[in-house]
T-cell receptor, first 112, second 113 residues
Framework: NTKITQSPRYLILGRANKSLECEQHLGHNAMYWYKQSAEKPPELMFLYNLKQLIRNETVPSRFIPECPDSSKLLLHISAVDPEDSAVYFC????????????FGHGTKLSVL | GDSVTQTEGLVTLTEGLPVMLNCTYQTIYSNPFLFWYVQHLNESPRLLLKSFTDNKRTEHQGFHATLHKSSSSFHLQKSSAQLSDSALYYCALSDQGGRALIFGTGTTVSVSP
């Protein structure tokens, strides 16, 4: 799916800080960050609608989202923990009605 | 709270045989959206089917499902499995209110020749 791009694809971190980036070229209003740990379904972390943070699930404070414009989403991570090892998917949908989510290819985070 | 139940963790079958994956849900909302997402190995989830209409069959790529609100079910079926159907299948629930998409635990389908 080249219409939602995420970078980087793979990330190996110790205790460093890093940001994940996402951009969608679909003209969607809603953008999401999902976390998928091994052998588990995706879990919502954050939901933005028209650049406004709508949903903020129970996520450690070391994860800070940012939506600089309606097509871009960032996830700033500081002082990662081993439990943060997972694939982080960016997704978007036309509206917040969740009619259909389009997922990016994900960023696989491995914490040393 | 809302939840989605997929009873099978792993389904193994031979190519050409029918597939049926179970999905039931619980929700307080009278107009739920139900979805099937498919996730191939090392890929992102992709929408396979969706429905919010009671008792109406929806089809895509040989798969079909019917939302039955009376039994809170949205089972996925295919008449003849192909090798390329090997993947992880998630049933998911939402409504129109911008709540999180709630995924079931997933069913891995493994199709062999």
């Amino acid at each position: 799916n080249t219409k939602i791009t995420q970078s980087p694809r793979y990330l190996i971190l110790g205790r460093a800080n890093k940001s994940l980036e996402c951009e969608q070229h679909l003209g969607h209003n809603a953008m999401y960050w999902y976390k998928q740990s091994a052998e588990k379904p995706p879990e919502l972390m954050f939901l933005y609608n028209l650049k406004q943070l709508i949903r903020n699930e129970t996520v450690p404070s070391r994860f800070i989202p940012e939506c600089p414009d309606s097509s871009k989403l960032l996830l700033h991570i500081s002082a990662v923990d081993p439990e943060d090892s997972a694939v982080y998917f960016c997704a978007s949908s036309p509206t917040i009605s969740n009619e259909r989510l389009f997922f990016g290819h994900g960023t696989k985070l491995s914490v040393l | 709270g809302d939840s989605v139940t997929q009873t099978e963790g792993l389904v193994t079958l031979t190519e050409g045989l029918p597939v049926m994956l179970n999905c039931t849900y619980q929700t307080i909302y009278s107009n739920p959206f139900l979805f099937w997402y498919v996730q191939h190995l090392n890929e992102s989830p992709r929408l396979l089917l969706k429905s919010f209409t009671d008792n109406k069959r929806t089809e895509h790529q040989g798969f079909h499902a019917t939302l039955h609100k009376s039994s809170s079910s949205f089972h996925l079926q295919k008449s003849s499995a192909q090798l390329s159907d090997s993947a992880l299948y998630y049933c998911a629930l939402s409504d129109q209110g911008g709540r999180a998409l709630i995924f079931g635990t997933g069913t891995t389908v493994s199709v062999s020749p």
